[in-house]
């Protein structure tokens, strides 16, 4: 059985500090797709990222950074010197061909000015 | 390209009438899905398609129907509603995740009451 875990629900940090959301992930598969998505608070859901299976590069995008590990099963999600905008549930999710979508329970981070 | 479209944003229903969520894609993607998002969780998948007249089951299909008569079209059926069917309703589609860079792409979302 796939599943993907949070276990973050909630984080609070204020403007400029550095903040690592964690996201665990469980599937027998060799071959898979992790994805993060952002929900501000106006409701839709904002795609950041999506990493296959085979490709264990690390990869950063501005204040953005993910670390894949195969090793430890973990797909973690950094924001750098973070901001107000940051505020909003984020989501991890893992697929394994397409026809599903497992999705993380979601980490609500609160940005403090 | 207008994305994925979803109507109607909003709706209340009262227990046991019936209702379509409406779901549209522009961007001529063989996949789409259903989704309801329920107070502070993820999503859940109700039911998917990879094409034109195939759909099937995902993690909570029980008490909704779909159809997919064409490509761009997804709508997703409540025959009875319930309260435990209260819930924010995403629609989203991809082209295929075998495409290295592809990701699903969501709808605004159909915020649903039943009382």
């Known amino acids: 059985a796939q599943k993907v875990t949070q276990a973050q629900t909630e984080i609070s940090v204020v403007e400029k500090e550095d903040v690592t959301l964690d996201c665990v992930y469980e599937?027998?598969?060799?071959?898979?797709?992790l994805f993060w998505y952002k929900q501000p608070p106006s409701g839709e859901l904002v795609f950041l990222i999506r990493?296959?299976?085979?490709?264990?590069q690390n990869e950063i995008s501005g204040r953005y950074s993910w670390n894949f590990q195969k090793s430890t099963s973990s797909f973690n999600f950094t924001i750098t010197a973070s901001q107000v905008v940051d505020s909003a549930v984020y989501f991890c999710?893992?697929?394994?061909?397409?026809?599903?979508?497992?999705f993380g329970t979601g980490t609500s981070l609160t940005v403090i000015p | 390209n207008a994305g994925v479209t979803q109507t109607p944003k909003f709706r209340i229903l009262k227990i046991g009438q019936s209702m379509t969520l409406q779901c549209t894609q522009d961007?001529?993607?063989?996949?789409m899905y259903w989704y309801r998002q329920d107070p502070g969780m993820g999503l859940k998948l109700i039911y998917y398609?990879?094409?034109?007249?195939?759909?099937d089951k995902g993690e909570v299909p029980n008490g909704y129907n779909v159809s997919r008569s064409t490509t761009e079209d997804f709508p997703l059926r409540l025959e009875l509603a319930a309260p435990s069917q209260t819930s924010v309703y995403f629609c989203?589609?991809?082209?295929?995740?075998?495409?290295?860079?592809?990701?699903?792409?969501f709808g605004p979302g159909t915020r649903l009451t039943v009382l």
């Open positions: 989203a589609s991809s082209y295929s995740l075998q495409a290295l860079t592809d990701t699903q792409y």
């Open positions: 599937t027998r598969d060799t071959t898979y797709y």
């Open positions: 990493r296959n299976s085979f490709d264990e």
């Open positions: 999710a893992l697929s394994l061909t397409g026809n599903q979508f497992y």
């Open positions: 961007m001529n993607h063989n996949y």
């Open positions: 398609s990879v094409g034109a007249g195939i759909t």
